[in-house]
């Protein structure tokens, strides 16, 4: 028995290194990641043990079913070998997914899930992709590589047994009794303990700050909860029907007062255009025309990702799923968004995206919206202009763009969204050294972007449906900021909208009231004069309603006046004066009762209406 005790204990230890692993992994996912989270950290640390304790007994059953399995087998020193070569390799690979959230967390705000790491929908992009992140990021695999050094040597060995091997069958016995106690241990430690329910990623939203859901849970976890698996919704059943249409109700009926106008639509949406970059001298082109525009200075991203802006912006439907909507099983849900209300008004109606045919989805997802056409880098026509990343270059296919307008028939609805300004940031060559390179890595391809868009202009001037034209301009989401003030759970969310009609003087100046992307549909509508009734999640420009919802982290954020709730399905983890307390410091859960239960009551029925609308298809009328 003693050899196998042996075995036993280099499981043990070979466990605890790993689980110490884990931990400096979450250490190093802080640092790199530090302006994100607020103080203390101790909490946050301690619960994550239990996500990494789940991940490990998970991804080592194999493992400990080998080291434990009865048997004098075990002690043969090609086996030993194989065992911890395997046990290296295969606790390495998870490891170093946590690598990836080093630096990809600074862009998506939560931890990458097994869809995210396999790049789904972006297959075509991620070939080029890879040796230039690998270049910039050049000091994640210098640290991957010292670990691993690390790792493999300090691996403890079996000492191999100088004892007999004989057992007796009162041996085997115990032996046979333990490796079946430390089976069912393994299963319990990877479901995180005994309770009904398995350890699951919302989970961590229970441990430390309401921004501290990341820094609890660890990569592999989210992974391995996701591998997979295709997000399947239900009803909270929060309210009874006629509760719930009272409380919320996204039926929405537009009569404006107003005649329909039929003027042209161009929707821009500009690649990682966060508030963050306004203003700080990289953005001049828009900057002026926010000056010229009716202008929502709280504007805000319904998403993380730029495959959440593309349903919230085109379709009123926002991002509620741990996946987007895009790529989940609902994507070929019936939607009745913009390209089919203004094709009903006799409109022509298009999408472009100058990055590959079928990067993200967008070519399908026009498709299933109602698009008449899309263009993407197959379609693209004009001088030599692919950036050998992503796709065109914004200021070549933006002229594209407006060269395929004047071709269309009017009205037209078109979209357009741009490339340029994501990672890697890359610029023509004929423009090093032309642009501001501000204070951030983006900023430079952000300048590019604006220059790209105000020679877009400058052409369309002198279109003859330039003045008959509403543009419309979002971001798709916020980019990556040194700024606390843009790293809190409302700053991560800030972008700028506007409406721009060349022809109306009156409609111009900087609203306060808070928008999101998914008002930009009911508010097209109202502005065209165009009576109707549809599915909307948001409002319209002219409503009393103030409200904004999102999701991130396994958290459901909701802004309404100047109060931001953090919600967890469950329970109210924090309530803020986000406009007089703009960092969030001060939790007003337990003095601000009532307001706190009213927008805690708004939001479990904006979430029951979103959940069973998408799993009945009933998102149209």
């Known amino acids: 028995m003693a050899n196998y005790y042996k075995s036993l204990k280099l499981f043990a230890k070979r466990f605890l290194l790993v689980v110490l692993i884990y931990q400096l992994c979450r250490f190093l996912f802080l640092i790199f990641n530090f302006n994100t989270f607020s103080k203390p950290f101790f909490s946050t640390f301690f619960g994550g043990l239990r996500f990494d304790v789940s991940a490990i007994a998970y991804i080592n059953l194999l493992f400990a079913l080998l080291h434990c399995i009865p048997g004098t087998f075990k002690y043969n020193r090609i086996y030993q070998k194989v065992l911890k070569v395997s046990f290296y ?16 967390y600074k862009f998506t705000g939560r931890r990458s899930t097994f869809g995210m790491l396999t790049a789904q929908g972006m297959e075509q992009e991620v070939k080029g992709l890879l040796g230039t992140f690998i270049i910039e990021f050049w000091y994640l695999p210098l640290i991957g590589i010292t670990l691993a050094i690390a790792f493999y040597k300090v691996i403890p060995n079996l000492k191999l047994p100088v004892l007999a091997f004989n057992h007796s069958k009162k041996d085997y016995a115990k ?11 393994m299963v319990i430690l990877g479901r995180g303990g005994v309770q009904k329910k398995p350890l699951r990623i919302i989970d961590s939203s229970g441990y430390g700050s309401i921004n501290h859901s990341a820094l609890v849970l660890n990569t592999p976890f989210c992974v391995l909860k996701t591998i997979n698996k295709k997000e399947t919704l239900s009803s909270p059943k929060y309210f009874s029907q006629p509760e719930l249409d009272s409380i919320f109700n996204p039926v929405m009926t537009i009569n404006p007062k107003k005649e329909t106008n039929k003027k042209n639509v161009v929707l821009i949406i500009l690649e990682s255009f966060g508030r963050e970059n306004l203003n700080v001298g990289v953005t001049p082109f828009l900057d002026s025309l926010i000056t010229k525009s009716y202008y929502f200075e709280n504007g805000f991203a319904n998403g993380k990702l730029s495959i959440d802006a593309v349903p919230s912006t085109l379709t009123s439907i926002p991002s509620l799923l741990k996946h987007s909507i895009i790529t989940s099983s609902y994507a070929v849900n019936k939607v009745n968004g913009l390209p089919r209300i203004l094709k009903e008004q006799g409109y022509n109606t ?3 995206h100058g990055a590959f045919n079928g990067s993200q989805n967008f070519d399908q997802y026009a498709k299933v919206s109602g698009f008449d056409s899309y263009f993407g880098k197959d379609e693209y026509q004009g001088p030599e202009a692919f950036d050998g990343k992503w796709g065109i270059f914004d ?7 407006n060269t395929k307008l004047t071709t269309f028939k009017q009205p037209f609805f078109s979209t357009v969204f741009t490339i340029s300004s ?11 050294g032309k642009f501001p390179k501000g204070n951030s890595k983006i900023h430079e391809t952000v300048a590019y972007a604006d220059y790209a868009l105000k020679q877009f202009f400058d052409a369309a001037k ?24 843009f ?15 060349p022809s109306e003087e009156n409609f111009i100046g900087t609203h306060d009231k808070n928008f999101q992307q998914i008002d930009i549909l009911p508010s097209i509508i109202e502005y065209l004069g165009i009576s109707t009734q549809t599915i909307s999640y948001g409002k319209s420009y002219t409503s009393n309603q103030d ?18 709730l953090a919600f967890n399905g469950t329970t109210s983890l924090g309530l803020y004066n986000f406009k007089k307390d703009p960092l969030l410091k001060e939790n007003l859960i337990s003095v601000k009762t009532e307001k706190a239960k009213t927008l805690e009551q708004f939001i479990k029925a904006y979430i029951q209406s979103f959940n069973e609308r998408m799993i009945d298809n009933k998102l149209t009328l």
């Open 89 to 104: 390799c295969v606790n390495l690979l998870f490891i170093f997914t946590n690598f990836v959230d080093f630096e990809y």
């Open 175 to 185: 032996q046979t009794l333990i490796f079946l106690g430390v089976m069912v241990l």
């Open 350 to 352: 298009s999408f472009f």
């Open 395 to 401: 200021e070549e296919f933006l002229q594209f763009f």
């Open 422 to 432: 994501h990672n890697p940031y890359i610029i023509p060559e004929k423009y090093i």
């Open 462 to 485: 002198k279109e003859d449906w330039y003045n008959n034209t509403l543009f419309v301009i979002t971001s798709d989401h916020t980019s990556v900021s040194n700024k606390k003030l």
């Open 487 to 501: 790293n809190t759970n409302v700053g991560k969310f800030r972008i700028p909208i506007l409406f721009f009609d």
């Open 547 to 564: 409200f904004v919802v999102y999701y991130l982290d396994n958290i459901y954020h909701l802004i309404d006046g100047d109060y931001y």
